[in-house]
């Protein structure tokens, strides 16, 4: 298990862009898969995109597929989810999590061990 943390969440306009990252202190974060996950009080967890541990496989969601990428940087010991043309639906609590299994995180029922607090993305029209 690590202990994650995130930033890069905030308020942006219909079309803009922003780079959400996800990092841990623990050296053992760079054999974790990593995948993002969404939700919205209206919504049960949405599976968002996912990467192995050393990046060579990613998986996206029909719905963020050609806007956003998912990236891992080992030597930084952190994760992110660059996205962009942002809509108002993307507005959502978004959350990463991490885990040693690849098929725990690329799912849209995880089974991840570690999960970050979340952070808030607002897409205003």
């Known amino acids: 298990q690590v202990h994650l943390v995130h930033s890069g969440g905030g308020l942006v306009q219909s079309g803009g862009s922003l780079r959400l990252s996800c990092a841990a202190s623990?050296?053992?974060?760079?054999?974790?898969?990593v995948g993002w996950f969404r939700q919205t009080p209206e919504k049960e967890r949405e599976f968002v995109a996912a990467?192995?541990?050393?990046?060579?496989?990613?998986n996206y969601a029909d719905s963020v597929k050609g806007r956003f990428t998912i990236s891992k940087d080992n030597s930084a010991n952190a994760a992110y989810l660059q996205m962009r043309r942002l809509k108002p639906e993307d507005t959502a609590v978004y959350y990463c999590?991490?885990?040693?299994?690849?098929?725990?995180?690329?799912?849209?029922?995880?089974?991840?061990?570690?999960w970050g607090q979340g952070t808030q993305v607002t897409v205003s029209s």
């Open positions: 999590a991490a885990d040693p299994s690849y098929a725990n995180v690329a799912t849209t029922t995880p089974r991840a061990t570690s």
């Open positions: 623990e050296p053992s974060f760079r054999t974790f898969a």
């Open positions: 990467i192995s541990w050393k990046g060579g496989n990613t």
